[in-house]
């Protein structure tokens, strides 16, 4: 009983744009969020997004380059990823929560999705 499938992942080259989309199912969650992991990384915070979309936090090593934005009316979220960089490459993670807080840490959220692959190119 999936409730929350990423796609949009792929292969591109350092500097370009990738958006990534996050769609849930069977319920709805107050707060998303993307984080993503590499080989051998432990998985780490990107960006969250609140209920109503005005309030947005972002890792710093993204912030400027990456949107997390979201649309209520379709129960989805998304994260616009642009001037990549091969650092980048991981599998990104769609997760939400049924609070209204923006935690950083993984354990913090209630589902998750698959992931998707994100692979950056030199």
């Known amino acids: 009983q999936v409730q929350l499938v990423e796609s949009g992942g792929g292969l591109v080259q350092a500097g370009g744009s990738l958006r990534l989309s996050c769609a849930a199912s069977?319920?709805?969650?107050?707060?998303y969020a993307w984080f993503r992991q590499a080989p051998g990384k432990e998985r780490e915070f990107v960006a969250a997004?609140?209920?109503?979309?005005?309030?947005?936090d972002y890792a710093n090593s993204v912030k400027g380059r990456f949107t997390i934005s979201r649309d209520n009316a379709k129960n989805t979220v998304y994260l616009q990823m642009n001037s990549l960089k091969p650092e980048d490459t991981a599998v990104y993670y769609c997760a939400g929560r049924t609070s209204f807080s923006l935690p950083t840490i993984p354990r913090e959220y209630d589902s998750w999705g698959q992931g998707t692959q994100v692979t950056v190119s030199s």
């Open positions: 997004i609140s209920g109503s979309g005005r309030t947005t």
């Open positions: 069977l319920r709805s969650f107050s707060v």
